[in-house]
């Protein structure tokens, strides 16, 4: 951490150059004050004060108080405000990394555990590069002038009896340093894996209170926040045990100086005016000693939070880079003898895959839940590393050769999961393509059979959705997220189930529109419904990770196999449903 924190220093010379130079100078000016007091009360003990000297005092006291004040205020502000720079510097550089990041990567990190390092942990760091820049600055700066000027003005032999509690103090905190980063990092986990469940319940809550199950996770949550209590009190243990011994010792320092410097006094080597200066400064050494110890709790606060960052910032997703070629449109996907094996998981998911589709074609993937289907398009998604056996090939070359984010360009996918933001409904559909036009988006609308629940919506396209879209119908976020990516006209489109939510006629009028549009743009159905797919060129039945049937529907039909076991099941429920 501190060689991360002194390349940041080091790329700010001037903010932090005047920062300590302003921080040296408060130092010293501090002690003029107490100066002034010292020699005020000799002036006065030894009858010496003039009516020149006590306003000559007054003036070099408020004159030092003015411009302590003044250069304190500078520092300080200069100081937090570079370490908010800091802050937002490092949230854009991992929220950049987070955005890179693919499927693998979140399957091993938890959301709250996420959100805990893009707030808190951010938070901490910059507390530690600007409070403790600040400990450091003020008071190392600070104990070594307060006990120059102890030396030179008051006491030397005073001042070396009364730091030696002190120096017994800076042993103690070395010694409870590795035992407090322990702490803290037990801590900052239990409070991020509390996060995570409040996420998950938050999310999850209607299914809670459907299977009411309210009260059960309401006791739940408790035990999760006992267990975040008896972790911060732990470590309010070590703070408190600390600031006590810290207070003890400084307590014994002035018992030990007071002591020695009344014997100093009756020997005729010190001054009242010593005396009473010596024991200020050895409060202010005492403050300032206090704030080296927590320096210790800084610094190991943020020392957690650096390693959770740099975590994140080292994380990698298991795919291989990105490939250079270019590429500006699809003319064919060629799938030949690919399997897959997840990275998390024992057997194989995809096996001996094969087949190909040419531009202006539809394909139609059908098959038992659970049987690949997802898993084959995530491969042209690219959400996972490419399988080590067979090959996926766009336009004749391996898929891997291209630049992932032109690839992506080309593609517009609607998940199974309706990912909406809680925007506008307009929002959400331009977010397809941001430059389309109003005719582009009045088209995708058409097109997704979206235009009649828009003019229902009092303020049409402006209606806010809500968070994942809880002010719209399943069916309605369906179409959205179908019109959000025929708005971008991809060259190729990637429906994922995406039709399951809205009724036999409707589907039918999106696939005609869609196929309408489309001529000459190549489309890619996964669905339950095989009437969703009956007008496709081409149909691969998928079955246990691979194809046991592929041909035109007519064929599978023809072939009496599972795809005909399904039409036949589905037209007869279709049948009784007319005859309700
Ligand atoms: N991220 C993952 N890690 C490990 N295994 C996975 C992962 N995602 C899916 N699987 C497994 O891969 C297999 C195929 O899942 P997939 O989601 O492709 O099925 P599907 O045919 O799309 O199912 P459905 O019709 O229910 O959507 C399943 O056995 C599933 O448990």
Redesign the pocket.
Known sequence: MLKTFGKYIKKHPVVYGLVTLFAVLSSGLTLIPNYIIQKFIDAIVSNTLTGHNLWLYLGVFLGSIIVIYLVDVTWVMMLFSQSYRYQSELRRTVYKKLLNLR?PFY?RFRSGDLMTRMTSDIDYLGDTIGYGFLLIASNVTWTLSILVIMILTTSWKAALVSIIPLIFFGFIVFKLWAKVDVLYEDNRDTVAKLSNEVLEVIDGVRVMRAYGKKDLEQERFQTKTAAVLQKANNLVLYNGAIGQTAKLLTGLSTAIGLTYSGYLISKGEMTIGQLISFQIYLGMLSGAVWGLSDIVLVYQQGNVSFRKIEELLNAEDQLEKTGHNGIEKIDSIDFNHYAFQ?P??DGV?LRNIDFKLERGQTLGIV?K????????IRQLLRQYPIGEEGAIRINGQQIENYDIAQLEGLIGYVP?EHILFSKSVGHNIRFGNLDADEMAMAQAIESADFTKDVSRMKEGLDTLIGEKGVSISGGQKQRVSIARALIREPDLLILD?SLSAVDAKTERAIIENIQDIRQNKTNII?T?RLSAVAQADQVIV?ED?AITEIGTPQELLASKGWYYDQYMTQQMEVNEDENI
């Open positions: 499927t399957e997840y998390t998981s998911s098959g839940t659970g049987s690949g289907k997802t898993t084959l199974q189930d996964v339950h998928v990770g």
